[in-house]
């Protein structure tokens, strides 16, 4: 079945250091990829998405690639910051029910 | 309302009695899903409704597991007799329609089973 795999966490940087959590994906057809966010203490909500191939989903200074050819959808950010420590979760939907199939979440602690 | 809502946000229960969590989506919102998040780990497909279609129902763990919903408004999840291994944070989610679109969570139940 549809699955996917994320880079293991805690992940601490310090603030304005470059970020990568990798996100890579198993599923038959074409589904659509997505990065959730949940604050500390917050519940949660979608950062970004990408629908099809080579799509770059974006916001808040994060960015991620759907990268079909090495199912991929890898999360970055140039310059991280204080406020961006959270549980980071990759997902995908699938095209027949939509259900939402998630990464185990990488926690990101950034440090002043 | 502003967003989805769900009741209560806390539940702690012993072991082998029933319990019910309720989702209220966001109005106008016709498709609804559960996920569970164990400690530490990736959230879990539970069920969804999409409409007046039949419910999918394959990510539900045991018949102890079952969720209604009214139309398209609140939808209740039980669990019947539980078990400590349910002890879970139950998260909601509505979407305008099924599948490429986003989702939107509640708060979540945080259920502790003893």
């Known amino acids: 079945g549809d699955s996917v795999t994320q880079m293991e966490g805690p992940v601490t940087l310090s603030e304005e250091a470059f970020l990568t959590i990798n996100c890579t994906y198993t599923a038959t057809g074409y589904p659509s990829l997505f990065w959730y966010v949940q604050y500390p203490g917050e519940g949660l909500q979608l950062l970004l998405k990408?629908?099809?191939?080579?799509d770059k989903g974006s916001n808040k200074g994060f960015e991620a690639t759907y990268r079909k050819e090495t199912t991929s959808f890898h999360l970055e950010k140039g310059s991280v910051q204080v406020s961006d420590s959270a549980v980071y979760f990759c997902?995908?939907?699938?095209?027949?029910?939509?259900?939402?199939?998630f990464g185990q979440g990488t926690e990101l602690s950034v440090k002043p | 309302g502003a967003g989805v809502s769900q009741s209560p946000s806390n539940k702690v229960t012993e072991k082998g009695k029933d319990v019910e969590l309720r989702c209220d989506p966001i109005?106008?919102?016709?498709?609804l899903y559960w996920y569970r998040q164990r400690l530490g780990q990736g959230l879990e497909f539970l069920i969804y409704f999409q409409g007046n279609s039949a419910p999918d129902k394959s990510g539900l763990p045991s018949d102890r597991f079952s969720a209604e919903r009214t139309g398209e408004s609140v939808s209740t999840l039980t669990i019947q007799r539980t078990q400590q291994e349910d002890s879970a944070v139950y998260l909601c989610?509505?979407?305008?329609?099924?599948?490429?679109?986003?989702?939107?969570f509640g708060p979540g139940t945080r259920l502790t089973v003893l």
């Open positions: 990408a629908t099809k191939a080579d």
């Open positions: 989610a509505s979407s305008l329609i099924r599948a490429r679109n986003e989702q939107f």
């Open positions: 997902a995908l939907a699938d095209n027949q029910g939509g259900k939402l199939i």
């Open positions: 109005s106008g919102h016709t498709a």
